[in-house]
């Protein structure tokens, strides 16, 4: 079991920066990629970035330039790295693992459906809420 605490949310005004944190503690050991995705009322669910073991990154096209996501592994905290953030960035943003070996490519993808997937498939916290004013 996988255990994931999100923090860092809050709430800012346009071109405004945040950073968010994703403390891991369980057997972190079993997770080879890590994501984040976002929710916002009446939206769809989208992948924001992905990272996996290599350090590889995949990011969604909304938000390149502008998000940077890292890992700490001696501190098993993955981080989101949020500048010149927009109001359409406004949403809560879930840090995830699967439990099956995917790359960040893969992951990127998966995210937005991980939620619906089988039980079992995935770990994901409980949220923070990111907030953007025009």
């Known amino acids: 079991q996988v255990q994931l605490v999100e923090s860092g949310g809050g709430s800012v005004q346009a071109g405004g920066s945040l950073r968010l944190s994703c403390a891991a503690s369980g057997d972190t050991s079993s997770t080879y990629s890590m994501g984040w995705f976002r929710q916002a009322p009446g939206k769809e669910r989208e992948g924001v970035a992905a990272?996996?073991?290599?350090?590889?990154?995949s990011y969604a096209d909304s938000v390149k330039g502008r998000f940077t996501i890292s890992q700490d592994n001696a501190k098993n905290t993955l981080y989101l790295q949020m500048n010149s953030l927009k109001p359409e960035d406004t949403a809560m943003y879930y840090c995830?693992?699967?439990?099956?070996?995917?790359?960040?490519?893969?992951?990127?993808?998966?995210?937005?459906?991980?939620?619906?997937?089988?039980?079992?498939?995935?770990?994901w916290g409980q949220g923070t809420q990111v907030t953007v004013s025009a």
């Open positions: 990272i996996d073991a290599d350090g590889t990154t």
């Open positions: 995830a693992a699967p439990r099956p070996r995917m790359t960040a490519i893969q992951l990127l993808g998966a995210l937005a459906r991980l939620p619906q997937l089988p039980a079992g498939f995935a770990y």
